[in-house]
């Protein structure tokens, strides 16, 4: 059966509760198979069947419970201002009303003003009931609907409690309620958006249209227009809109937007480029390589979007404590409005008043907006700075682990050989050493041959490289070829008589591989040869073991260049020899041992030993889909310098996600109390119980946006 599925965002949603509500009244309509909303984006995914239902239908229903949709990633989806919705202008309609209402009341202050007084008792209290109309507009056609989905939400318990003050004749409480619910909403939406606003900064990180080489001419056209293999035209200053390999041209790029890398780096032809990112001085031209849905940055959106819709263990908890709290707190409230004047005769006005306050402080607003507020402003302030996290529960895993295993090539080491030592013997010089080996081994495609023909490109740019004749390849021991008329030898040192050296035992012993340099019957030098340690590697270890976690490596190299390493960077804890299969075992052994572990690797030679730990992240991810796909998070650059500040965000995460459960937990709890000797009135409950918390954990949550990597 066909079906259509439809995407909008919502607005005013102002809590998880409000989601609650709307998935579920959209879920009751006929013709809709499965209706889902994230919070979190606030966004809403229906699918439906069209011979049922229609696309005009659904957002007809979706507009009488009182929401504004918006196709989803449209280029105008940016809310609108608060200021200039309708919500805002009834409330403050409202405000003005109630205002009115209370200065009017001011006469009954006055004896000589009584007459006058009862005059205007009647037009104040059609003030009042006007302000409660315009404050409790929206709020109340959404509570009539959760009502029918047999919902406790906050928006039918508030909208019980100015019925029942009206009722009882407390029309200035009735009227306060519905202006100062109505102005909480605004201002918690405010709150919320400024975490969602990070998700849009990053939408917008890519132009809308590019600049287009096609038959000649340049042409600015939408994205949506451009194909693979064409050519792009990017001045100085502006964003590259398209990930691509550079033609021509040569600039430095601001990768900040993808990677977080503060410093620009350079671009010449060749070398790949990304979508979101900024030329600086230089013209480049790009040929295309992925269509604007498959860019590097499309996919980071989209994973944030399914990160932020991913709730974590704490999260779950919350609602299930809230289905069960807010039906008791309202069992509480019914016993409170009936109990002491049925069995003790007291004035059932007062109690019911009471009884309205508990139901305001039912409301569990403040106590499900507190966890995915946190999340959302975790998972952006970390995708601001080039690491992607890809769901809440990992942001709640990451806070607790206790180990922290790295694989050694690649990830703590640049995983490209290069020359680290050049040793003259017998009267030989270092440039002559290099000469004569870059010589022989050009002809070779050896990874060690690659290093040192690229160490003397380096070193001797000016010189060419002098042709070797009579080249032969030793098998497993070296290259062996004429240069100069004269026979050399470079590889391994039993090629050459004396080949046990004092130099070659020292540099061996810094998990060094020695090459030897030298005629058939004469070794006339040694090149030490490394896979190089990432700069920021020692530092990385070291914050991360202040932060109290055990650091372990897992390598296949053998145990002689493990333990050199190791030692290098202070890691006392390290497994050599072991293959890919063998990692995932350590992994297990350790998630026996600590009970929480992270495992930092490449993303794809690492995959299973990732996806067996708690926690997997993956180095190097932009423009690797491998990686973005396999890791629980990437860094989307070589840098092992986020790792501290990673486990900082999350420990901070999970501390303030309890300080927000405990304040929003206290908070209802004091004023519940308080409300039985009367401490507490309606309008208490709402600017403390439900305004005042809800600002308060969503400004405690909007703290972890402004936590950034240390820059050494």
């Known amino acids: 059966m066909d079906e259509n599925t439809e995407e909008f965002s919502v607005e005013g949603m102002h809590c998880a509760g409000c989601a609650s509500e709307l998935e579920q009244s959209i879920s009751r309509l006929h013709g809709v198979t499965e209706a889902k909303v994230n919070f979190s984006t606030s966004t809403l995914r229906v699918r439906y069947r069209p011979h049922t239902l229609d696309r005009a239908q659904l957002i007809e229903h979706i507009g009488r419970i009182g929401y504004t949709t918006r196709r989803a990633h449209e280029e105008a989806s940016t809310p609108k201002p608060l200021w200039r919705r309708r919500e805002a202008l009834f409330t403050g309609v409202s405000g003005v009303l109630l205002a009115l209402g209370l200065a009017l009341s001011v006469f009954k202050l006055d004896p000589t003003l009584m007459v006058l007084w009862e005059r205007t ?45 009206i009722l009882i004749g407390e029309y200035v409480e009735a009227a306060s309620l519905a202006f100062l619910f109505a102005l909480a909403e605004l ?25 287009v080489r096609r038959n000649g001419q340049e042409l600015l056209l939408p994205l949506d227009q451009i194909e693979l293999g064409e050519t792009l035209v990017v001045k100085p200053g502006e964003r590259i809109a398209l990930d691509g390999l550079v033609l021509s041209g040569s600039s430095s790029v601001n990768q900040a937007p993808i990677t977080g890398e503060s410093v620009p780096v350079e671009k010449q032809p060749g070398d790949a480029v990304s979508a979101g990112t900024i030329n600086h001085e230089g013209y480049l031209e790009i040929r295309v390589t992925k269509r604007a849905k498959d860019t590097t940055l499309a996919k980071i959106i989209h994973l944030v979007e399914e990160a932020e819709a991913q709730r974590a263990p704490v999260e779950k908890f919350v609602d299930r404590f809230a289905k069960y709290y807010t039906p008791s707190v309202v069992a509480v409230a019914l016993g409170v409005a009936t109990i002491p004047s049925l069995l003790f005769g007291a004035p059932f006005a007062e109690w019911f008043s009471r009884a309205l306050a508990l139901l305001v402080i039912a409301c569990p607003c403040a106590l499900l907006i507190s966890t995915p507020v946190s999340i959302i402003s975790a998972i952006t302030s970390a995708a601001r700075h080039g690491v992607l996290i890809k769901g809440g529960a990992y942001v709640e ?94 590889g391994k040192l039993q090629l050459f008589p004396n080949s046990s050296h004092s130099e070659a035992v020292r540099l061996e012993s810094q998990a060094k591989t020695v090459v030897g340099v030298g005629l058939a019957e004469k070794l006339m030098g040694l090149i030490a040869i490394a896979d190089k340690i990432r700069p920021e590697a020692p530092t990385t270890i070291q914050r991360l073991r202040e932060l109290g976690l055990e650091v372990v490596m897992i390598t296949g190299d053998n145990e002689g260049t493990a333990q050199a390493v190791a030692h290098q960077l202070g890691i006392a804890h390290y497994h050599a020899g072991v293959l890919p299969d063998g990692k995932v075992s350590e992994i297990q052994k350790l998630l026996r041992q600590y009970g929480k572990v992270a495992m930092v690797g490449d993303g794809v030679n690492d995959a299973p030993a990732l996806a067996a730990s708690t926690v997997g992240i993956a180095m190097g991810a932009i423009g690797t889909d491998a990686a973005l796909e396999t890791a629980h998070v990437a860094l989307m650059s070589d840098d092992l310098s986020k790792l501290p500040y990673l486990i900082e965000l999350s420990r901070r995460a999970r501390r303030v996600i309890q300080q927000n459960i405990f304040f929003s937990i206290l908070t209802k709890l004091s004023l519940g109390l308080g409300v039985f000797p009367g401490y507490v009135t309606l309008v208490l409950a709402v600017l403390v119980g439900d305004m005042g918390a809800s600002l308060a954990v969503t400004g405690n949550a909007l703290r972890l946006a402004h936590i950034k990597p240390k820059r050494e």
Do not use: C, W
Not at 200 to 211: C, D, F, I
């Open 121 to 165: 008792l009647t037009l104040s209290t059609m003030l009042y009931l006007a302000a409660v109309f315009f404050g409790a507009y929206h709020f109340a056609r959404r509570g009539l609907h959760a009502l029918k989905t047999f919902s406790l939400g906050i928006n039918f318990l508030m909208s019980l409690a100015i019925v029942g003050a």
């Open 187 to 211: 201002l918690e939406e405010f709150s919320v958006e400024r975490a969602r606003r990070s998700l849009r900064e990053l939408m917008k990180l890519a132009p809308s249209e590019a600049r």
């Open 397 to 490: 895993e990451l806070g607790q682990i206790k180990t922290i295993v790295f694989d050694k090539t690649g990830t703590l080491t640049t995983g490209e050989l290069a020359v680290t030592d050049v040793i003259a013997l017998d009267g030989s010089s270092p440039e002559e050493i290099v000469r004569i080996a870059a010589a022989l081994e050009s002809k070779s495609q050896h990874p060690i041959a690659r290093a040192i023909v690229r160490y003397y490109e380096q070193s001797a740019p000016v010189q060419a490289l002098p042709d070797a004749q009579d080249f032969v390849s030793l098998t497993g021991q070296g290259v062996q070829a004429h240069l100069d008329g004269r026979e050399y030898r470079v």
